[in-house]
C-alpha cells in the first residue's frame, strides 16, 4: 500500500537534538558534508563515522532506523564499491589479479562517505519536523531576499508540498480502487501497457490537485495572506547557547578533518 | 444468478504490527439475489471495509465471501470476474472521472471487460439511460458537467458493467435533496428493470428507510442489527445509544410516545406517522 | 446596525452569459445567525464568497462593517473581520501541525508572537481542539477538521464567520459538532454567523432563514415561518423538516395547530395537546 510509505520521517521526540534551532542543524549538516569531501585518511573517516555515531546515541535515533532509510540506496552503494574495487590501480592482492590493495581500500572509503552523508542528513530529518526545517531554511536563507530570490515563496510551497503530500496518496489509494472496481488492471502486461493503464489514475489525480489548488488559494485570501511581507511567526527560532556551542563544535570538527588532511591522515 | 453468502469475514488493517486493529469480525450475511439492502453505521464501524470485500478489493483475514456459489478470493481469475458481476460506486464517484468524454468514460468498464464495440455501445447507451444523463452529452468532457450530472455519469459507468449486484457507498452525499432523489430513483429504476442486487450504504436514514428492504446496522466492526426498516427502526433508543440518527419521522413518534400518546411500534416514514395520529384521533372521536 | 449590506447586487462569473446574482438586497444584524438554503446552482455560494471580498459585485454594493467590499485599500480590513470557512475541510488548512494552521492568519495580519499563542490557544479551546493542537491535520475525522478550520478564522477574531456548506461532507457526527460550535460562537461570543446549507435540519436553530433561488432571494423570514410555506419549499426542490411536514398534514385533515413548532419536543406537545382536547 502506498500509504506505508514514510514521508518526511520526522520521529518527535525531546533529546538535545531534537531541541535545537533548525538552522544550527542545517549549518551543521553543511558543515559536516563539507569536512566528509575533506577526508584524505583512515583517521579522518574515523572520527566522522565516531561523530556520526555520537550525534545517533544522542538523538536516539537506532541503526535500525538508518539501515531502513539506507536501504534503497543499496543499489548505488554496491555500484560504488564494485566500480572502485576495479578500477582503481596499484598494487594486486595476488600476483595478476585485477583487484588491487588501494581498489579495496577506495571502494570502503567511498561508500563509507555516501553512508556518512546519507546519515548525516537522515540525522537532521529525523530530529526535526519538516515545518521547523522550512522555517529555518527560510530564516537562513533570507539575506537573498535582497538579491530578489524569492525565499518566502519557495519555503510556503515546501511546505504546503508537505501538508499535501499525505492526502495526495490517500486519494491515489482511493482512485486505484476506484478503478480497480471498473476492471482496471494495474497488474499484468507489458511495461507500455502498465503505463497506459495509469493514466485513469494520474488524470483524476491532476483534475483534483487543482481544485485543490484552487481552493486552498480562496481559503488562503480569505485568512488574509498576502505574501511574506509584513508576517509574523508564532513559534519564534532563537539561537540558544546549546546552538552556539553545537556549531563551535561542528566548526571545530571541519577544522580538525582539515588538519589532519594536511599531514595526509 | 449472484446470492452472496458471507461466512465468518473479518478484516484486520497493520497485521503484525503494534497497530493492528480488526477493522471487521464475524460477519455472517447472506443477501439473496435482488434484494434492496441499506447499510448503515457511523464512520469507522467497517461497513466501507465490508463493501470492499464484495468486490475482492480487499481480501479477508479470515473466512469467506461466495457470490453465485463461488468462492471469490479462490484464484486471480475469479477475483477479476468478481469485479465484473459485483460493482462496486465508491464515495464521491465524480471524482474518478477521467476520460475526454462522457461516453468513453461511461465505457472504461466495459471496455475492460473485454466486449465487443457493439456491444460496448449498446451497454454504454443503456447505462446512460438508467441514470437519465441524455445522448447530447455524450461528447462532452465529463469535467464540464454539474456535480448531480457527474455523479449519475461515474454510476453509469458501474452500471455498464451490467453488474449482478450494485453497490454504492454514500451515493447521495453531498447533493441537493432533488439532487439526492434523483440518483436513488436512478438506482431503484435499475434494480426494477434487471433484477439485480442492490446494497446502498448511507448516514441518511429517511433515505434508507424509505427504499430499503432490509437493513444491516454496523457498529465497531460487527452486525449489531439485521432486519426489516421495521423491524430496525422499532430500536430506536439502541441506533441513538450507538451514535446513530433514526429517520425524522421515528424521532417525531418517539417524542409523542415520551408524551404518553400510544403510537404503535416501528414507524419510520411521514405517512405512517401521520396514518398512526389520525387513528388515534378518529378512536377519540367515536 | 446591520454589519453586512448588500445593496442590489448583481453578479455574473466572466464568461457565463446567465447572471449567479440578480439584484440581490440585503442587511444582516450583529450578532444573529442566519442561515440560507438554496438547491444547488440558487446563488447561495456565490452570495457567501461576495460577503469577504472574495468576489466583488458586477453591478450594486456590498458592505461589510462599514467597508465598502470593492474597496481594495481596505481589502486585508475586511477579511480579518469576517472568517470564512469552506466545504472541503482538506483544501483549507495550510500546515502539517494543527496550532500552526490556526495560527496563520494571524501571522499573517503580522499580530505579535505572544499574542498569537494566545489566540490560538483560545480558539483551539473554543472549538473544543485544544487537545489535539500538537496532532497532524490528516489524521483528525472530518468534523474535527472542520473544527480545527472555524478554529483558524476565530484567531483573525473577525466580527462575522461565514460557513460555506461546512456540512456537505461530513457524517452526521461531524455535522452536528460543526453546528453546535458555531451556534455556540454566536449565542455565547456574539459572532455574526452566517451558514450556507442544503439541510434543512441545519437552520431550524437560526435566527433568520433566507431561502435562494436562481440568484433571487424568494423567501426571508424565522425559520419556522419559512418552513410553514411548504408550497414554496416544495417548489424550490427543498424539503421541510418532518415536525412541519407532519402539522401541516394534521391541519390539512382538519387539525388545529400552528405550523411554528419547529422543534421536535414542541411539536410533540401541540399534538398531544390537540388530540387530548
Not at chain 2, 457498529?219 to 445509544?241: C, K, N, T, Y
Amino acid at each position: 500500500m502506498l500509504k506505508d510509505i514514510t514521508l518526511g520521517q520526522f520521529f518527535p521526540g525531546d533529546t538535545i537534538a531534537h531541541r535545537l534551532d533548525p538552522r544550527t542543524k542545517l549549518l551543521l549538516v553543511v558543515l559536516f558534508i563539507v569536512a566528509l569531501f575533506q577526508a584524505r585518511g583512515w583517521v579522518a573517516y574515523g572520527v566522522l563515522t565516531l561523530t556520526v555515531a555520537a550525534c545517533m546515541t544522542v538523538s536516539h535515533i537506532s541503526a535500525r532506523n538508518i539501515f531502513k532509510g539506507l536501504k534503497p540506496m543499496i543499489f548505488i552503494l554496491a555500484l560504488t564499491g564494485v566500480l572502485n574495487i576495479f578500477y582503481t590501480g596499484g598494487t594486486p592482492i595476488l600476483p595478476g589479479w585485477i583487484i588491487t590493495w588501494e581498489g579495496i581500500a577506495r571502494a570502503i572509503q567511498m561508500v563509507l562517505r555516501i553512508v556518512l552523508l546519507i546519515t548525516g542528513t537522515f540525522l537532521l530529518t529525523y530530529t526535526t519536523s519538516p515545518i521547523a526545517l522550512t522555517d529555518g531554511l527560510e530564516l537562513l536563507l533570507n539575506p537573498l531576499k535582497k538579491l530578489r530570490f524569492p525565499v518566502h515563496e519557495m519555503t510556503i510551497m515546501m511546505s504546503m508540498a508537505l501538508r499535501f503530500i499525505p492526502t495526495l496518496i490517500e486519494e491515489t489509494d482511493k482512485i486505484m480502487s476506484a478503478q480497480k472496481a471498473r476492471g482496471a488492471d494495474f497488474e499484468t502486461g507489458s511495461l507500455m501497457d502498465r503505463a497506459k493503464a495509469l493514466l485513469p489514475v494520474l488524470v483524476p489525480l491532476f483534475v483534483s490537485a487543482f481544485r485543490r489548488a484552487d481552493e486552498l488559494a480562496v481559503a488562503m485570501e480569505s485568512r488574509c495572506y498576502h505574501g511574506g511581507e509584513g508576517r509574523t511567526r508564532m513559534k519564534q527560532l532563537i539561537l540558544k547557547g546549546r546552538d552556539y556551542i553545537a556549531l563551535a563544535l561542528g566548526i571545530l570538527l571541519l577544522a580538525g578533518i582539515i588538519y589532519l588532511k594536511k599531514w595526509g591522515l | 444468478m449472484s446470492e452472496i453468502i458471507v461466512e465468518k469475514l473479518r478484516h484486520v488493517y497493520s497485521a503484525g504490527t503494534p497497530f493492528e486493529v480488526a477493522a471487521i469480525e464475524d460477519i455472517d450475511l447472506v443477501i439473496p439475489q435482488g434484494q434492496l439492502v441499506g447499510i448503515i453505521g457511523h464512520t469507522g464501524s467497517g461497513k466501507s471495509t465490508f463493501i470492499q470485500h464484495m468486490n475482492a478489493l480487499l481480501a479477508p483475514s479470515a473466512g469467506k465471501v461466495c457470490c453465485g456459489g463461488q468462492d471469490i478470493n479462490e484464484s486471480k481469475i475469479s477475483r477479476r470476474d468478481v469485479k465484473h458481476q459485483v460493482g462496486l460506486v465508491f464515495q464521491y464517484p465524480e471524482y474518478q472521472l477521467f476520460e475526454e468524454t462522457v461516453y468513453k468514460d461511461i465505457a472504461f468498464g466495459p471496455k475492460n471487460m473485454k466486449l465487443s464495440e457493439e456491444e460496448i455501445d449498446q451497454r454504454v447507451r443503456e447505462a446512460a439511460g438508467f441514470v437519465g444523463v441524455e445522448e447530447e452529452l455524450f461528447e462532452k468532457s465529463p469535467l464540464e458537467l454539474s456535480g448531480g450530472q457527474k455523479r449519475r455519469i461515474a454510476i453509469a459507468g458501474v452500471i455498464a458493467m451490467r453488474p449482478g449486484v450494485l453497490i454504492l457507498d454514500e451515493p447521495t452525499a453531498g447533493l441537493d435533496p432533488a439532487g439526492c432523489r434523483q440518483i436513488l430513483d436512478n438506482i431503484c429504476a435499475y434494480r426494477e428493470k434487471t433484477g439485480a442486487t442492490v446494497i446502498i450504504v448511507s448516514h441518511n436514514m429517511d433515505d434508507v428507510a424509505r427504499i430499503a428492504e432490509r437493513i444491516i446496522v454496523f457498529s465497531h466492526g460487527r452486525v449489531v442489527m439485521d432486519g426489516s426498516a421495521g423491524e430496525v427502526f422499532s430500536r430506536a433508543q439502541e441506533l441513538i445509544d450507538i451514535g446513530l440518527d433514526v429517520p425524522h419521522a421515528t424521532a417525531l413518534a418517539l417524542a409523542l410516545r415520551k408524551q404518553g400518546l400510544q403510537l404503535p411500534e416501528g414507524i419510520y416514514t411521514h405517512e405512517q406517522l401521520l396514518s398512526a395520529i389520525l387513528e388515534i384521533r378518529g378512536a377519540a372521536v367515536c | 446596525m446591520s454589519i453586512i449590506k448588500f445593496e442590489n447586487v448583481h453578479y455574473t462569473y466572466p464568461g457565463d452569459q446567465m447572471e449567479s446574482l440578480c439584484g440581490v438586497s440585503l442587511a444582516i444584524e450583529e450578532g444573529s445567525f442566519v442561515a440560507v438554503l438554496g438547491h444547488n446552482g440558487s446563488g447561495k455560494s456565490t452570495l457567501a464568497k461576495h460577503m469577504n471580498a472574495i468576489l466583488v459585485p458586477t453591478e450594486g454594493k456590498v458592505t461589510v462593517c462599514g467597508i465598502d467590499s470593492a474597496d481594495e485599500e481596505r481589502l486585508i480590513e475586511l477579511r480579518r473581520n469576517v472568517g470564512m470557512v469552506f466545504q472541503n475541510p482538506d483544501n483549507q488548512i495550510v500546515a502539517n501541525v494543527v496550532e500552526d494552521d490556526v495560527a496563520f492568519a494571524p501571522e499573517n495580519l503580522g499580530v505579535e508572537p505572544r499574542e498569537i499563542r494566545r489566540r490560538v490557544d483560545e480558539a483551539l479551546k473554543q472549538v473544543g481542539m485544544y487537545d489535539k493542537r500538537q496532532h497532524a491535520p490528516h489524521l483528525l475525522s472530518g468534523g474535527q477538521k472542520q473544527r480545527v478550520a472555524i478554529a483558524g478564522v476565530i484567531a483573525m477574531e473577525p466580527k462575522i464567520i461565514v460557513l460555506d456548506e461546512p456540512t456537505a461532507m461530513l457524517d452526521p457526527i461531524g455535522r452536528e459538532e460543526v453546528i453546535s460550535t458555531v451556534t455556540r460562537l454566536c449565542r455565547e461570543k456574539g459572532m455574526t454567523v452566517v451558514l450556507i446549507t442544503h439541510h434543512m435540519d441545519e437552520c431550524v436553530g437560526a435566527d433568520r432563514l433566507i431561502v435562494m433561488s436562481n440568484g433571487s432571494i424568494v423567501a426571508d423570514g424565522v425559520p419556522a415561518e419559512v418552513f410553514a410555506n411548504i408550497e414554496l419549499m416544495e417548489r424550490e426542490g427543498l424539503t421541510v423538516p418532518e415536525t412541519t411536514r407532519l402539522l401541516y398534514d394534521l391541519k390539512q385533515r382538519g387539525m388545529d395547530l400552528p405550523l411554528t413548532a419547529l422543534d421536535v419536543d414542541a411539536c410533540a406537545k401541540e399534538i398531544v395537546k390537540q388530540l387530548r382536547g
